[in-house]
Structure formats: structure tokens, C-alpha cells
């Protein structure tokens, strides 16, 4: 079953530790996005791939980095987390051949920096 | 500056109907689009407008009116299970969704 997969779910992590939160998709979608979601507040554009080797930032690149090496492989990585990086971490994906094909999330990552 | 406006809560019975409005001022326009999220989950994509008018899926309906910036989400027979945060958001002139907090809908008995 095609699908779109984010891991961990939960992390608990110190100030300053470097992390990495993995998204993965079996669509063969080549769009793919990173949102941060506080509760009850909008979704935040951080990160934003349209393929392979290429990769924009959003609004809010939030000190974090991403790659796309592979069309279904869609990490990010926080350099040194800090407690204002506490939040809810939604990947999403989109395929066809319009930027305004619809958006389908994973689970999401809600991560605690203590 | 791109703005969306939506209720930040309603209530409404099981069984009857709810309306959830948005309105929006974006830098151009490419589409409308409803996602429901239920508390801890992902969003759920329900509708997209891009034109004006009303398209009907099921128990849902979604509104478009360009010229007034404006649109709603119809909730028919409301179930327990549509309990959930309904967003809105639209995609602006460069492709990139705008989103709104969510409307908070409790269904009682």
C-alpha cells in the first residue's frame, strides 16, 4: 500500500544534540514538504523538494537542514536543537504534474528539546 | 501580507448541520483547499476549489467565492467521529500553501 512514513513519532532530546527526523513515501511522488505545526497554529512552510537534488527553503527554515538524494527519501536534520524547536514535525507529499496537486501527510514527529 | 481567518472553535449537534467559514487575503491564487485533523494525527485532505462555486463529496461541501476571498466547509449528518480541526488553506501565486490555525469542531450528543 502506498504511503508516507515518518520516524520517530516521539523524541525527547537534550539542548544542543544534532537530529534527524526521517520521512519516507511509496507514492514515487516527487514533491515533498516539511511543516511545523505548534497546537492549535497554522502549519509553517520549513523545507520544500520538487525532485531529486533539489531542495528550497520556506518561511521558516528553523535552523535546520534537509537533502533529496532519493526521490522517496526526504530527511531533516536540526544541527544543535534548542527548546524553541519543540514542536510537531509534518512531512507531506504531492505527485502528478501541477504544483497544485494535493498534499498527502505523514504521521508526523512531535519533538521535545528539554 | 497573506492572511487566513477561521473560527477558532465551534459546537454543534450530532446529527444536524455546521458551516465553517474562511476567509483569505493571499498574493494571487491557486486554489482552496479543506484538510481535516483530528487532535495528534496528520492532516486529511477533504476538498479543493479552484473555481467558484460549490462541490459536493459525500457529506461535505465546499464553497469558493474568488471575488470575496471567501469560502466554507459543509458538514451534513455530523457524525462524533467529524469531532476534528477542519484548516483551510490556500495556495498563493508561487504554489505554496498558506494555511489557517484550524476550526475546532465539537460535535455533542
Known amino acids: 500500500e502506498a504511503d508516507i512514513y515518518q520516524t520517530p513519532r516521539y523524541l525527547v532530546i537534550g539542548t544542543g544534540k544534532k537530529i534527524t527526523l526521517e520521512c519516507s513515501q511509496t507514492m514515487g511522488h516527487d514533491k515533498m514538504y516539511w511543516y511545523q505545526q505548534d497546537p492549535g497554529m497554522e502549519l509553517h512552510l520549513i523545507h520544500y523538494s520538487y525532485g531529486v537534488n533539489s531542495t528550497e527553503k520556506g518561511d521558516l527554515s528553523s535552523e535546520s537542514t534537509v537533502s533529496r538524494i532519493r526521490t522517496e527519501h526526504f530527511p531533516l536534520t536540526l544541527e544543535s536543537a534548542r527548546p524553541s524547536h519543540t514542536s510537531q514535525y509534518l512531512c507531506?507529499?504531492?505527485?502528478?504534474?501541477?504544483?497544485?496537486?494535493?498534499?498527502?501527510f505523514g504521521p508526523g514527529t512531535r519533538l521535545t528539546v528539554l | 501580507g497573506q492572511n487566513i481567518d477561521q473560527p477558532t472553535e465551534m459546537t454543534a449537534t450530532e446529527g444536524a448541520i455546521v458551516q465553517i467559514n474562511c476567509t483569505y487575503q493571499t498574493s494571487g491564487f491557486n486554489g482552496l483547499f479543506w484538510y481535516q485533523q483530528h487532535a495528534g494525527e496528520a492532516p486529511t485532505f477533504l476538498s479543493y476549489n479552484v473555481l467558484d462555486g460549490l462541490e459536493e463529496k459525500g457529506r461535505f461541501s465546499s464553497f469558493l467565492s474568488r471575488s470575496k476571498g471567501y469560502s466554507y466547509l459543509l458538514l451534513k449528518e455530523l457524525q462524533m467521529k467529524d469531532s476534528a480541526s477542519y484548516l483551510c488553506?490556500?495556495?498563493?501565486?508561487?504554489?505554496?500553501?498558506?494555511w489557517g490555525a484550524g476550526t475546532k469542531l465539537i460535535i455533542k450528543p
Open positions: 488553506a490556500v495556495m498563493d501565486s508561487n504554489y505554496q500553501l498558506i
Open positions: 507531506a507529499s504531492s505527485g502528478g504534474q501541477f504544483h497544485t496537486d494535493t498534499q498527502y
